[in-house]
């Protein structure tokens, strides 16, 4: 079993700031990409930020030069770093996690739960 625990959203002011935590944790052998995506309401989900096991990072073109991505490997812990927040960032973000079980096993891809970010104007 994995579980992925996210944390860090919130109500900010535009212009503000939150960092989101994403926790894996459970039978994990490896972990390749973990990223962030979200959703706002109406629309579909989209890629915000992805973190491959060996650094390589992509983000979304709203997000590039606001949002920083960055990874803590002993922890199993990813986290997005969210600067001068504009309304429509509003949205549920939701972790992505692509990781191994087992070695034996074929790479799987994981969901945290969602968290909600609202950005006033």
């Known amino acids: 079993q994995v579980q992925l625990v996210e944390s860090g959203g919130g109500l900010v002011q535009a212009g503000g700031s939150l960092r989101l935590s994403c926790a894996a944790s459970?039978?994990?052998?490896?972990?390749?990409?973990m990223g962030w995506y979200r959703q706002a309401p109406g629309k579909q989900r989209e890629l915000v930020a992805v973190?491959?096991?060996?650094?390589?990072?992509n983000y979304a073109d709203s997000v590039k030069g606001r949002f920083t991505i960055s990874r803590d490997n002993a922890k199993n812990t990813v986290y997005l770093q969210m600067n001068s927040l504009k309304p429509e960032d509003t949205a549920v973000y939701y972790c992505?996690?692509?990781?191994?079980?087992?070695?034996?096993?074929?790479?799987?891809?994981?969901w945290g739960q969602g968290t909600q970010v609202t950005v006033s104007s």
């Open positions: 459970g039978s994990i052998s490896s972990i390749n990409s």
């Open positions: 992505n996690v692509g990781l191994r079980t087992s070695p034996f096993k074929r790479q799987g891809d994981y």
């Open positions: 973190i491959t096991s060996g650094g390589m990072i």
